[in-house]
């Protein structure tokens, strides 16, 4: 089992930053592959990041590409989301996710283990 446990997230007008982060516990942290996930109202839930267990090899949507970057320490059991540049389109509810392998996965089914969310809301 993986416990994870997300930061608060917040209301920031447009072209802001934020900074979203969840820590892990239960099983070594360098077990997993993480992801950052996204949901609007309405909206299934959408892919937005994903590293390695060593924090090597990352994937981002299309849609946060150079705006947005996924990181790990592995030290302290924490995945971070670095927000740059925030649009309206931007607002939803942030999920981390955990999968036991090397890789990570880019689907929500392909993750067992969730964070309880944390709300993102940028203001025009």
């Known amino acids: 089992q993986v416990q994870l446990v997300q930061s608060e997230g917040g209301l920031v007008q447009a072209g802001g930053s934020l900074r979203l982060s969840c820590t892990a516990s239960?099983?070594?942290?360098?077990?997993?592959?993480m992801g950052w996930f996204r949901q609007a109202p309405d909206k299934e839930r959408e892919f937005v990041a994903g590293?390695?267990?060593?924090?090597?090899?990352?994937n981002y949507a299309d849609s946060v590409k150079g705006r947005f970057s996924i990181s790990r320490d592995n030290a302290k059991n924490t995945l971070y989301l670095q927000m740059k540049n925030l649009k309206p389109e931007d607002t939803a509810t942030y999920y981390c996710?955990?999968?036991?392998?090397?890789?990570?996965?880019?689907?929500?089914?392909?993750?067992?283990?969730w964070g309880q969310g944390t709300q993102v809301t940028v203001s025009s």
């Open positions: 239960g099983r070594p942290f360098t077990d997993c592959s």
């Open positions: 590293i390695n267990w060593s924090g090597s090899t990352t």
């Open positions: 996710a955990a999968v036991v392998r090397a890789s990570p996965v880019l689907t929500a089914d392909g993750y067992p283990y």
